[in-house]
């Protein structure tokens, strides 16, 4: 991602931190009490892990969804009191000293590897760290809930740049230690943790970093609350202080290129043959969908659209679709189209999900081809903002690993 050099701008900052991590002597088997980023779990899912042990991540994170027989109160307060009961105990444990986290994870097949700090905050008309997609003001809402609640930030969002490599020495020299985490998930993915607190090295980090510009690539929502918590103290007149930086996982592109994947929509209350055609798009006639499952799209501005039974295939006439996100137009050109609100959209990261929330909800799977890093970046460095859950970077980075209180940076 290339740096602008025609405007001053503020350097891109990653700092270090005393990072809160699980004690496996506590604990046991660290992938245990991990889990997937939030917006990506679904109900079972979110059971499996509850199962899987006492002490499970979503349990902080998730406390909306957590069946919970401790009376009074809300459930974020019941959360930061749960956090505040491990940290007593040592289910939890800071680091003595500040650090910047080198971060490995994947799998045979894909395999990422950045680092992990607290990353100096900013609006995005400075042009630091760029968004690429509209949020949902109450996930905002109950992110900022979570956080406020636990005073920490125990998700990090993931950030990606163009840094040609430069700190891959760095990386590479801490790789060569043994990690401080080394754990395989149920899903089969690794994930290894190194802690750098070499006033040299986290110097080098500093400099190496500060030209650059970051994408969010996967935590638009938990950025937003970032900023708002941040903003919201300083109205109140209060410094900041840690909630002027948010935890983040900075990968340089150029070295582990992640991949963009798409978040398909469900359209509730809405039967196939309710969708009619509109001007400049073609729709093809119902097929019935295969015994393998529906097809999905194969280029930009086609969407195919089912209800798990048959298929129609709506087709956006050129130049428009080479131009334009699916995203964009489903949500600017067909949903007005066909009458329909964005409360009646659901977003999905998997084709099964989108088919069972659509048979659930009386309506339609939208299936979208995914955009590419290229066009996410020109719509980032362009200062355009796509629909909300428009893109889907990966692989994901796990969750639990290491998180950041603010009681432990005051």
């Known amino acids: 991602m290339a740096t602008q050099q025609n405007t001053p701008r503020a350097p891109l900052r990653l700092r270090p931190f005393r990072g809160m991590r699980y004690d496996s002597a506590v604990v046991g088997d660290i992938a245990a009490v991990t889990s997937p980023p939030y917006d990506v779990m679904d109900r079972p899912m979110i059971d499996t892990l509850l199962q899987q042990h006492s002490r499970n991540i979503v349990r902080l994170i998730l406390p909306r969804m957590v069946n919970d027989p401790v009376t009074g109160g809300n459930p974020y307060d019941r959360a930061a009191k749960r956090l505040e ?12 000293e500040p650090a910047l986290y080198v971060y490995e994870y994947g799998s045979a097949d894909h395999a990422v590897c950045g680092v992990v700090g607290a990353v100096e905050l900013h609006h995005a008309l400075e042009q630091v760290i760029l968004p690429h997609e ?6 905002v809402a109950d992110r900022l809930a979570m956080m406020t609640a636990s005073h920490a930030n125990l998700e990090p969002i993931l950030l990606v740049y163009d840094g040609d490599g430069g700190t891959a020495p760095l990386i590479d020299a801490a790789r060569a230690r043994p990690p401080l985490v080394d754990i395989t998930c149920l899903d089969g993915t690794y994930h290894r943790l190194w802690s750098v607190t070499s006033a040299a090295d986290l110097q080098s980090f500093e400099e190496l970093l500060a030209p650059h510009q970051a994408l969010i690539a996967d935590g638009h ?6 900023l708002k918590l941040r903003d919201r103290l300083s109205r109140e007149g209060l410094t900041p202080g840690p909630a002027g930086r948010g935890l983040a996982l900075l990968v ?7 991949a963009v994947s ?3 929509r469900s359209l509730s209350e809405f039967p196939l043959e309710s969708v009619r055609e ?10 019935p969908v295969a015994a393998g499952g529906p097809r999905v799209p194969t280029r930009n501005g086609e969407l195919v659209l089912t209800d798990g039974a048959s298929t129609r295939v709506l087709r956006a006439a050129p130049p428009r679709s080479m131009a334009t996100t699916d995203a964009e137009l489903l949500h600017e050109v067909l949903l007005p189209a066909w009458g329909l609100t964005d409360d009646r959209v659901g977003y999905h990261h998997t084709i099964d999900q989108t088919l069972r929330s659509a048979h659930q909800d009386g309506g339609i799977a939208v299936l979208l081809h995914p955009t590419t890093v290229a066009e996410v970046m020109k719509v980032a460095r362009a200062g355009r903002i796509l629909p909300r859950k428009s893109t889907s970077f990966g692989p994901k980075p796990r969750m639990g690993l290491v998180m950041r209180s603010f009681s432990d940076e005051a």
Do not use: M, N
Request: include cysteine; proline fraction near 5%; hydrophobic fraction near 35%.
């Open 134 to 139: 509209d949020v949902i003001a109450g996930i």
């Open 252 to 258: 340089d592109q150029s070295r582990c290129p992640l």
């Open 278 to 287: 509109p001007s400049g798009f073609e729709l093809s006639g119902a097929e």
């Open 85 to 96: 009961r491990w940290r007593k105990k040592g289910v939890l444990a800071t680091d003595a």
């Open 221 to 226: 929502h938990r950025y937003a609350t970032y």
């Open 262 to 264: 798409a978040i398909h």
